[in-house]
Every structure is written in C-alpha cells, then in structure tokens.
C-alpha cells in the first residue's frame, strides 16, 4: 500500500509535468496562438474552457513576472486530469 508521502510526491511530479508541458506550449506557439486556441470566448463548447483558458494565463503572467503561480484545488483538479477532457 502506498505511503501518504508517496501519493503526494506522485501527485506534484505529475502537476510539475502537466504545467511543464503547458509552459513548453505557450513558448513554442505564443501567446497569440493560446488565445486563439484556448479563450473561452471561441471555445464555447467547452465546459471547463474558462478554467482551463485561467490556468494557461496563470502560467503566462507568473512567466512574465518571474514569479511563481498558485493554483485553486480546482485548478490542480483540472491539471492532474486535462488527459481526460474533450478539447
């Protein structure tokens, strides 16, 4: 059986990679192409479009800034099962 310790260490790396691979995105295809690709305004299908349209500007800003982001557990929610949604 799994350790506490070893389930929230799964669950960072796994966050790391998600926000890893959608920083990667932004660099290679720009803020212009996310906003095209992502705005809940265009994506009205969507459910979580808004949500996901945050995340993505949340790591945009922080970048920016040299900061870091904090996310909702909403937010993390989303992260750790993005595999999962319908885009």
């Known amino acids: ?8 260490e799964w669950r960072n790396t796994k966050l790391h990679a998600q926000l890893d691979l959608m920083e ?3 660099k290679n295809l720009g803020w212009s192409k996310i906003l095209t690709i992502y705005h ?6 969507w ?4 949500e996901i349209f945050q995340i993505y ?10 900061c870091y ?7 993390q929610f989303l992260l750790l099962n993005l595999h999962k ?3």
């Open 85 to 87: 949604i319908n885009f």
């Open 1 to 8: 059986m799994e350790s506490n310790q070893t389930k929230v």
């Open 24 to 26: 990667q995105e932004i």
């Open 69 to 75: 982001a904090r996310f909702t557990p909403k937010e």
């Open 47 to 50: 459910d979580q479009a808004w």
């Open 57 to 66: 500007r949340k790591i945009h800003v922080a970048k920016q800034n040299s």
């Open 40 to 45: 809940p305004d265009i994506n009205v299908d």
